[in-house]
């Protein structure tokens, strides 16, 4: 029987996760979100090569679980600031709504004053 040396595998560390943070942007610049880069990358750390734990597949796999979960997280941040532009919005098509409706109020009663004062005229 030969003797064979294993190499342990190098534990695997998990690098902290940071939350995206959405930098709110002006309307007038765009509807383009911004995330704010995050301050540790969610890739998992594996020094030297593996023999026997997860092996390269496993390592492959938690670094595509990383990168999702780094991806969904920037998509939530992105998808709060939409829901509040969104929100800005509708309140400004409301009040342009109200708006337009005032207007033709008054156009509709110049318009009857007008008719009015044809019909008084004859």
């Known amino acids: ?9 190098a534990p695997l560390k998990p690098t902290t996760v940071v939350a995206a943070t959405p930098i709110a942007t002006p309307v007038e610049q765009g509807a383009i979100v911004q995330a704010n880069p995050a301050a540790t990358s969610t890739a998992i ?7 026997g734990g997860l092996g390269n597949m496993g ?13 969904q997280q920037q998509l939530a941040a992105q998808q709060g600031v939409m829901f509040e532009t ?7 098509l409301d009040s342009l709504n109200s708006s337009m409706n ?3 109020q008054k156009f509709e009663q110049v318009r009857l004053k007008r008719a009015a004062a044809k019909a008084a005229n004859k």
């Open 102 to 104: 005032s207007l033709e």
């Open 45 to 51: 750390e594996v020094g030297g090569q593996q023999q």
């Open 86 to 92: 969104l929100g800005q919005h509708s309140t400004q």
């Open 1 to 9: 029987m030969r003797n064979e040396q294993q190499v342990a595998a």
């Open 59 to 71: 390592t492959m796999l938690m670094n595509l679980l990383a990168r999702t979960t780094e991806t």
